[in-house]
């Protein structure tokens, strides 16, 4: 009878035991694994609002998110045409060549060349994807204002003055430029009809 609650007794001690150490691993690995989720601020700071009706038409802002900058453009009806026309000229007009150029809402052919979920206002990563410097906003057509730097059938865009790659007014890069692919569209939607949400 002894040998029986003795063992008894020890495998009640075993158990107890491993049930306790299963509580205090369950106890440590909780705060661990919670210590690895982004806390609210992170999280807030990951989106950044922006109310697209202060810049003017025909002007580019630069705004900060993450410590990132973004460009938004909000493109005149003529500088919308002169996204158009130039197909041949460029590496991926369609913005297909990988993921981080598209967006879920580039639902059609007019989404994916203007590259924007309303015309007008263009919403881009405002880093060149040859090597990550910032291009610069060279709008207007020919060389008139820019010289050299650009081609003399310039319709506007972005010049990376690194390197020279070219992008269009919707950030489609240009043949012959060392940047692989267009500027990346940013994630973004729109809270009300001038208010983004970036991120």
């Not at 063992?7 to 001690?13: E, G």
């Not at 509580?23 to 919670?34: E, K, L, Q």
């Not at 989106?47 to 993450?66: D, H, N, P, R, Y």
């Not at 967006?103 to 924007?116: F, L, P």
Request: glycine letters at 8%; hydrophobic letters at 40%; aromatic letters at 8%.
């Amino acid at each position: 009878m002894t040998d029986h609650a003795d063992h008894s007794r020890r495998n009640f001690l075993y158990v107890a035991a491993g049930g306790l150490g299963a509580v205090a691993a369950g106890a440590t690995i909780v705060p661990f694994v919670g210590s690895m989720l982004p806390a609210a601020d992170t999280l807030a700071a990951s989106k950044t609002e922006f109310e697209v009706s202060t810049v003017a038409e025909g002007q580019l802002v630069v705004i900060q998110w993450q410590g990132k900058p973004v460009f938004i453009v909000n493109r005149t009806t003529d500088m919308l045409n002169r996204i158009q026309g130039h197909d041949d000229k460029l590496k991926d007009p369609m913005s297909q060549a990988m993921s981080d150029v598209q967006a879920d809402w580039m639902d059609t052919e007019e989404k994916r060349i203007n590259r924007s979920i309303k015309p007008e206002y263009l919403v881009l990563v405002a880093s060149c994807t040859h090597l990550g410097c910032i291009p610069l906003f060279k709008p207007t057509e020919g060389q008139k204002d820019w010289g050299d730097s650009v081609p003399a059938d310039w319709a506007g865009g972005w010049h990376c003055p690194c390197h020279g790659s070219l992008y269009d007014l919707s950030g489609r890069v240009v043949n012959g430029s060392p940047a692989p692919n267009n500027l990346h569209v940013m994630q973004y939607k729109y809270m009300t009809d001038t208010k983004v949400l970036i991120g």
